[in-house]
């Protein structure tokens, strides 16, 4: 499978805990993406990435939340201090940089977090 | 604030029939407008997008109507299939100073196609 790929699919922890989450982009994907869905809702962008630097971040991420692209090929999602609020899907996407048009972006299944 | 109103939140149709969902946006600098779908435990995936310079774009039972003046767009999906059964979310496109697209989504619209 060539997609892009999220791990783990599921995180249950407890409040105050910290997590971490990884994606592993398309390979040639140059750019990365991190998005927050809450049930009933669509995605909310949080981050991004072109190659290893990140380039944008949504007043959603707060100073808890840590992202990361090293060698600009995988990223994690760090959260610290977890709290209830933060129970979502973490969805990754990426997409290949080119032109002037709209490059789509290819989302991974999520991970999942439970903050109990 | 939400920059695109989706709506219906659900939605049932019989096999075979029309499903209907509408958006609509306040922003005019976004400059593409996407429409996603999502299966259960999956991440969203592309179905079919539109320039805000055409009216309106078929691929094969799916076709999205854009009407600029009104900020609105719809999505249409003839002779719906259960297998069509998932959550669809509109999305609007700006491009940042950086050149990267933001991807702003409705809140999604959950079909069921009864059998």
């Known amino acids: 499978d060539t997609g892009v790929s999220q791990d783990p699919r599921h995180k249950i922890t407890k409040r105050g805990q910290n997590v971490t989450f990884r994606c592993d982009p398309i390979?040639?994907?140059?750019?990365l993406y991190w998005y927050r869905q809450t049930l009933g809702q669509g995605p909310e962008f949080l981050t991004y990435?072109?190659?290893?630097?990140?380039?944008?971040k949504s007043r959603l991420l707060s100073d808890r939340f840590s992202a990361e692209r090293p060698k600009g090929s995988f990223s994690t999602l760090e959260i610290q201090r977890t709290e209830q609020g933060d129970s979502a899907m973490y969805l990754c996407?990426?997409?290949?940089?080119?032109?002037?048009?709209?490059?789509?972006?290819?989302f991974g299944p999520g991970t999942r977090l439970t903050v109990l | 604030q939400q920059q695109v109103k989706q709506s219906p939140q659900s939605l049932i149709v019989q096999k075979g029939g029309i499903s209907i969902i509408n958006c609509a946006y306040e922003?005019?600098?976004?400059?593409?407008f996407p429409w996603y779908q999502q299966f259960p435990g999956k991440g969203p995936a592309l179905l079919i997008a539109?320039?805000?310079?055409?009216s309106e774009k078929k691929e094969g039972r799916f076709t999205i109507s854009f009407n600029k003046s009104a900020k609105q767009f719809s999505l249409h999906i003839m002779d719906s299939q259960p297998g069509d059964s998932a959550t669809y979310f509109c999305?609007?496109?700006?491009?940042?100073?950086?050149?990267?697209?933001?991807?702003?989504f409705g809140k999604g619209t959950m079909l069921l196609v009864s059998p």
């Open positions: 990435f072109q190659n290893e630097a990140q380039l944008e």
């Open positions: 922003n005019t600098a976004f400059d593409y």
């Open positions: 390979s040639e994907h140059n750019r």
């Open positions: 996407a990426s997409s290949l940089q080119g032109g002037s048009s709209y490059n789509e972006q290819f």
């Open positions: 539109i320039r805000p310079d055409v």
């Open positions: 999305a609007a496109v700006w491009r940042g100073n950086s050149g990267y697209s933001t991807l702003t």
